[in-house]
C-alpha cells in the first residue's frame, strides 16, 4: 500500500531564498508566483494610494505602503498586497526597516484575472485569521470596491462602492475618495 507523503511546507527562509526579479508570496507554505499587473490595474493602485498616503501624510496617522512589500504574517504566509496602511499605534510591527512583521490596519487588494481568486479566498481568510482591521477589494472591471472589516475572526461586508459614489473608511475616519477619480 503506498501512502502519499504529505507536502512539504515552505517557510520564509525559503522565500527569502526566491530570486529578486521575480514576485513571490507565501500562502499557507506554497511559494506563489505572481505575475505583473496590468496597466489599468497599476493606474488605479498608483491613483488610489497617491490619495491615501497624502490623507495619512497630511494626518501624521502612520504609513502607507505599495507592493511589492512583504508584510510577513507568520513563517508560512508572507504577502503583499496591492496597498497597505499601518497606524503609528502599530508602528512595531515595521522590522526593522526591512518589512512589515504582523497584521497592518488596511489592506487593499486590487483584482486581476490572475489573483481574484485567492484574493477573494485564501488571502480574505488569511487577513482575517491574523488579525488585519480592514480589508478592501478594488475590481477595477466592474469599477466597485467592497470595504470589509474584522468582526469575531471573520470579515464582514460594511460598504459597497460603485461608480459614482464616494469611498470612505471606518479606519481612517474622515478618508474619502470618489470612485469616478479612482477608475
Known amino acids: 500500500m503506498v501512502t502519499a507523503q504529505p507536502a512539504t511546507k515552505r517557510t520564509y527562509a525559503d522565500y527569502c531564498r526566491t530570486p529578486d526579479d ?18 489599468g490595474h497599476q493606474r488605479v493602485d498608483a491613483k ?26 507568520s513563517e508560512t504566509n508572507v504577502v503583499q498586497p496591492d496597498l497597505l496602511f499601518v497606524s503609528n499605534e502599530r ?3 515595521l522590522f526593522n526597516g526591512a518589512n512589515v512583521r504582523g497584521a497592518p ?6 483584482l486581476s484575472p490572475s489573483t481574484t481568486g485567492r484574493d ?34 471573520a470579515f464582514a461586508e460594511v460598504s459597497h462602492y460603485s461608480a459614482g459614489q464616494t469611498l470612505t473608511s471606518p479606519t481612517l475616519a474622515g478618508f474619502t475618495a470618489n470612485l ?4
Not at 51 to 70: H, I, K, M, T
Not at 105 to 110: A, R, S, W
Not at 180 to 183: C, E, G, Q, R, V
Request: charged residues 30%; proline residues 4%; glycine residues 6%.
Open 91 to 93: 508602528a512595531h510591527i
Open 120 to 153: 477573494r479566498s485564501l488571502k480574505r481568510a488569511l487577513y482575517g485569521r491574523y488579525g488585519v482591521s480592514e480589508y478592501w477589494l478594488v475590481d477595477p472591471d466592474a469599477r466597485t470596491v467592497t470595504v470589509l472589516r474584522l468582526d469575531d475572526g
Open 22 to 39: 521575480e514576485r513571490y508570496e507565501l500562502l499557507d507554505g506554497e511559494l506563489v508566483m505572481v505575475p505583473a499587473p496590468n496597466l
Open 105 to 110: 490596519d488596511l489592506v487593499i487588494e486590487i
Open 180 to 183: 469616478d477619480d479612482i477608475f
Open 48 to 73: 488610489l494610494g497617491w490619495r491615501l498616503a497624502q490623507f495619512v501624510e497630511e494626518r501624521n496617522l502612520g504609513e502607507v505602503f505599495s507592493a511589492p512589500c512583504d508584510v510577513v504574517l
